[in-house]
């Protein structure tokens, strides 16, 4: 399936097997992954493996994970869209991006990609997201993209043995209209082709 989001520096797509040296070499950092409940990558073998479920994640409608490519210096992590309520019209996003690219401004273009997504392309009304409550600079970044801080859902999220609290955000079709990081886009994101029909909401 040929579909990609295009913006000033990064282009999101979805991602092949051909792509898992570029991530085994991302996702090796220790400090990439430290705030998941995977990694760090230690063979070519686990991304191999994440890149092999993404299909049958789309096809099922659950997980639209996307690759993002630097225009210059090539992939630069994984973002997407997950948890989706076609019905509800709502979905969450997820980003990591190796650290090279961290305080670049990657992860501010992905997430007015990913918001052009949502709320332009699949129809959403609401785009959400996580965060671990000690991880104060993934907070800082997702509000600093727009999404307001709603509350602290306890004990949400396994990780290893453990029963993690989260940070939850949204940001909802109306507040996103009228955001500073879309007008900051604006005339900039180009769309070629079309998302999986699965995540698409009726209109």
Same mark, same amino acid.
């Given at each position: 399936m040929s579909f990609e989001l295009r913006g000033p520096t990064?282009?999101?797509r979805i991602p092949t097997e051909d792509d898992a %040296?570029? +991530?085994l070499g991302l996702a090796s950092d220790p %400090? &990439?992954?430290r705030w998941f409940s995977w990694g760090p990558y230690?063979? &070519?073998a686990q991304p191999r493996r994440f890149l092999v479920g993404l299909e049958d994640e789309r096809l099922r409608g659950e997980k639209l994970d996307l690759l993002a490519v630097h225009h210059e210096r090539g992939p630069a992590g994984i973002t997407g +869209? #997950? %948890?989706f309520s076609v019905r509800d019209r709502r979905c969450v996003c997820g980003t990591w991006f190796g650290r090279e690219f961290w305080g670049t401004g990657a992860n501010r273009e992905s997430k007015a990609l990913l918001q052009h997504l949502a709320f332009a392309e699949l129809g959403m009304h609401r785009f959400g997201s #996580?965060?671990?409550p000690l991880n104060e600079r993934s907070t800082r970044a997702l509000i600093g993209v727009g999404l307001r801080h709603e509350g602290v859902l306890r004990g949400y999220h396994r990780h290893g043995d453990h029963h993690l609290d989260v940070n939850i955000f949204g940001l909802l079709r109306a507040e996103w209209e009228s955001s500073a990081l879309r007008a900051e886009f604006a005339g900039a994101i180009s769309v070629v082709g079309s998302p999986p029909p699965t995540? &698409?909401?009726d209109p």
């Open positions: 990064l282009s999101l %040296e570029a +991530l %400090e &990439v992954t230690t063979d &070519v +869209l #997950y %948890e #996580y965060s671990n995540f &698409v909401a």
